[in-house]
C-alpha cells in the first residue's frame, strides 16, 4: 500500500501544474462569461428602459430575467468544461506513452521499483480518477462564486436566483458529468473507470506488440464492448424482451465487472510477461 501510495503522489505531481492551468482557465473564462453576459443584459435594460422609455414591466415581460443557465449556455462557461474533459482524455493516452518518450526511457525504471507492477496500473488509474474527479469538485466550488457575482451584478428584480442543484438538473448535457444521485453518480463514473481499464490494455497491448498490438488492441476494444453490451443485444435481437429492466441492468453490470478484472488481469499480464527491462 505504501509503494502504491507513493506512485500515486509521483504520478500527480506529473500532472499537477496542468491540472491547475485547466482550473486556473475555466475558472477565469466561467468569470468573464458571467461579467460579460450580466453587463449585456444590464446594457439592454438601460437602453429599452431609459432611452425607449420601456417600463421596467413590460421589460421584464418581454425579456425576462437574467439566470446563470443564460451565461451557462455559451462558450465562455461550456468551453472550459470541453478542454478539461479532452484534457482528461488525452492524458490517458500520455500517461502511458510519455514513459517510453525521450532517450532514457521512463518505464524501464518503473518497472524495476521493488513492487508490484500492478501498482504502476493501479496508480495511473487513480491518479486519471483523482484528475477527473478533482475538476468536478472545482466546478462545484467555483458554481456558487459565480452566482454570488451575478447577484453583486444584477439588481434583484432583473435577475432569477438559482441553487447548485437547480442549475446542475437544468442542463442535460451537464447531468453526466454531475449526476443527480449517487446511483448515477457511481454508474457514469464507474463506466468512465471501466474504459479507461480497457484503454489501458489496448495501449498496453500496443507497446507490448507494437504494431500486431494495434490491430489486436482494436479487437480487444471491440469484443469488450461487445461483451458489456451483450445482454441488451440478447434482450433486443434474441430474446424479445426477456428480460424485466432490472434484470437487464444487473446483467449488464456484471459483463462490465467481468470486463473490468480481465482488463485488470489482462494489464498486469503484459506488464509482467511482455514489458521487460
Known sequence: MNN??????FEFNRIAKLFTILLGLTFISQMIGVIVKSRSYLNMANEKIYEEMMSKELFLESF??????????????????????????FY????????????NTFIYRLLMLPTTRLNILYAKITTILIMTLGFVAFQLLFLP?????MKALVPYEFRNDMSVREFLTSIPELTII????????ILHYGAGLLAVSILFTVILMERSFRWKGIFIGLMYFGVSVVVV???LLLH??????FFYPLELFILVIVMGLIVLAVSIWMSGFLLRKKITV
Not at 66 to 80: C, D, K
Not at 93 to 103: C, E, P, S, V
Open 145 to 149: 462564486i459565480e452566482m454570488w457575482v
Open 4 to 9: 502504491y501510495m507513493k506512485l500515486v503522489n
Open 178 to 185: 454531475f449526476p443527480n444521485s449517487i446511483v448515477q453518480f
Open 229 to 231: 453490451i451483450s445482454p
Open 64 to 89: 425576462g430575467q437574467i439566470s446563470i443557465l443564460q451565461v451557462a449556455r455559451n462558450l465562455w462557461f461550456l468551453g472550459p468544461i470541453a478542454l478539461c474533459v479532452a484534457g482528461v482524455g
Open 92 to 103: 490517458i493516452f500520455l500517461i502511458w506513452y510519455r514513459d517510453w518518450a525521450g532517450k
Open 236 to 241: 433486443e435481437f434474441v430474446l424479445n424482451g
